[in-house]
């Protein structure tokens, strides 16, 4: 059985989970904060989170991680058919990483947990933040889902990444940088609904009150 070493806080260890779960593949869980101590580096070796165990051995980085379970797992098709439409689901989903995800990711620690980011770190990741959106604007489908009618490897990088990007303009920039975007919400609203993602986000937030204390206490 494939083991997903991570912690549910990680909006990229949620990535893989959500791949697992609307796939339908047996998984288990193995809590893992990363780090640079030997045995995380044995686990993951830049020791960042997720890390996937198969009976091969361990697979880190995302993109890749998704690749593999796609390339391997049965369920649910993740991809399209045809070369050229898969490229295009990658290309979204690297555009979502790089544009919107990176950008936020520099203001997390203001919008989420209490500290003060430089405002000239700032002010690059909102001129990077706004253009990233209009790029996923200029590029998506959205007909309902990011490549198109299917869910793919780019919604599994939207619906965990966007929300933070969102959440940040909000209580960093007091912006909506989703305000001329409606089907972007639309998605964001439609995956509320999804069950899978219903218990990722209670995993999270179950998990949230111990991961702030580690945070607050410098363990991590």
């Given amino acids: 059985m494939l083991k997903l070493h991570g912690f549910a806080v990680s909006n990229y260890y949620n990535m893989v989970k959500l791949a697992l779960l609307e796939k339908g593949v047996p998984f288990e869980e193995v809590l893992f904060?990363?780090?640079?101590?030997p045995e995380a580096l044995k686990i993951?070796?830049?020791?960042k989170v997720p890390a996937l165990q198969s009976e091969d051995g361990f697979l880190s980085e995302t993109s890749l991680i998704l690749d593999y379970i796609e390339q391997t797992q049965p369920g649910k098709a993740l991809l399209p058919e045809g070369v050229f439409a898969q490229a295009k689901v990658h290309e979204l989903a690297k555009e979502i990483e790089l544009y919107i995800e990176l950008p936020a990711?520099?203001?997390?620690?203001?919008?989420?947990f209490g500290a003060q980011v430089d405002e000239a770190i700032k002010a690059k990741a909102k001129t990077e933040l706004l253009a990233g959106i209009a790029t996923l604007k200029r590029n998506g489908k959205f007909s309902p889902y990011v490549a198109g009618d299917s869910?793919?490897?780019a919604d599994l990088l939207f619906c965990f990444s966007v929300d933070l990007a969102y959440a940040v303009?909000?209580?960093v920039f007091a912006i909506d940088v989703l305000e001329d975007f409606p089907q972007a919400k639309a998605l964001l609203e439609q995956f509320k609904n999804n069950p899978?993602?219903?218990?990722i986000v209670a995993d999270k937030e179950a998990q949230m009150p111990a991961f702030l204390e580690?945070?607050?206490s410098g363990k991590r």
């Fill in 33 to 37: 904060f990363g780090g640079q101590s």
């Fill in 196 to 199: 899978n993602v219903q218990k």
């Fill in 214 to 216: 580690m945070v607050r």
């Fill in 169 to 171: 303009g909000k209580k």
């Fill in 44 to 47: 993951s070796p830049r020791g």
């Fill in 105 to 112: 990711r520099a203001c997390y620690p203001e919008a989420f």
């Fill in 151 to 153: 869910l793919t490897i």
